[in-house]
């Protein structure tokens, strides 16, 4: 849990750092990029169970 804090807190901090210089955001459009992040999770998941078969 203690990383998911951190994690949120570092992006928060990012964010409000990027707007403040007025930059564009680091991050991809809201849906795709929390589908982006699905994908390399489930990806991780599945080349994992693909060790244990193999």
Same mark, same amino acid.
């Given at each position: 849990?203690?990383?998911? #804090? $951190?994690? +949120? $807190?570092?992006?928060?901090?990012? *964010?409000? =750092?990027? @707007?403040?210089?007025? +930059?564009? $955001?680091?991050?991809?459009p809201? $849906?795709? *990029?929390? =589908?982006?992040?699905?994908?390399?999770?489930?990806?991780?998941? #599945?080349?994992?169970?693909? @060790?244990? +078969?193999?």
């Amino acid at each position: 849990m203690k990383e998911i #804090i $951190l994690s +949120l $807190l570092a992006g928060i901090i990012i *964010g409000i =750092v990027f @707007k403040f210089m007025k +930059l564009p $955001l680091p991050a991809p459009p809201v $849906l795709a *990029g929390i =589908v982006g992040i699905f994908g390399v999770y489930f990806g991780g998941q #599945i080349a994992d169970w693909i @060790k244990t +078969l193999v």
